[in-house]
């Protein structure tokens, strides 16, 4: 069961971190710069903390993998 809820939380943390991406790559883009600082750095501040989130969820789902089962 532990190693579906660390598929699982692989699945979300690929997902954030896809959308992360995008929102940094978003922000650096020609179109974005020419907005003004304050309207590029809504996504770019936006990806670095998605990405950021991703950090302590794939921590956790690598001690979840590694972790030694309790015998019932």
Same mark, same amino acid.
């Given at each position: 069961? !532990?190693?579906?809820?660390?598929?699982?939380?692989? *699945? +979300?943390? #690929?997902?954030? #971190? =896809? $959308? %992360?991406? =995008?929102? +940094? !790559?978003? #922000?650096? &883009?020609? !179109?974005?710069?020419? !907005?003004? +600082?304050?309207?590029?750095? =809504?996504? @770019?501040? %936006? %990806? $670095?903390?998605? *990405?950021? +989130?991703? =950090?302590? $969820? @794939?921590?956790?789902?690598?001690?979840?993998? &590694?972790?030694?089962?309790?015998?019932?």
């Amino acid at each position: 069961m !532990k190693f579906l809820v660390a598929l699982l939380a692989l *699945i +979300f943390l #690929a997902g954030n #971190a =896809l $959308v %992360g991406y =995008l929102f +940094f !790559k978003e #922000a650096l &883009t020609d !179109k974005m710069v020419h !907005k003004g +600082f304050i309207l590029q750095s =809504l996504p @770019l501040l %936006g %990806g $670095v903390v998605l *990405i950021l +989130f991703c =950090l302590p $969820v @794939l921590w956790q789902v690598l001690r979840l993998i &590694t972790a030694r089962s309790e015998p019932a």
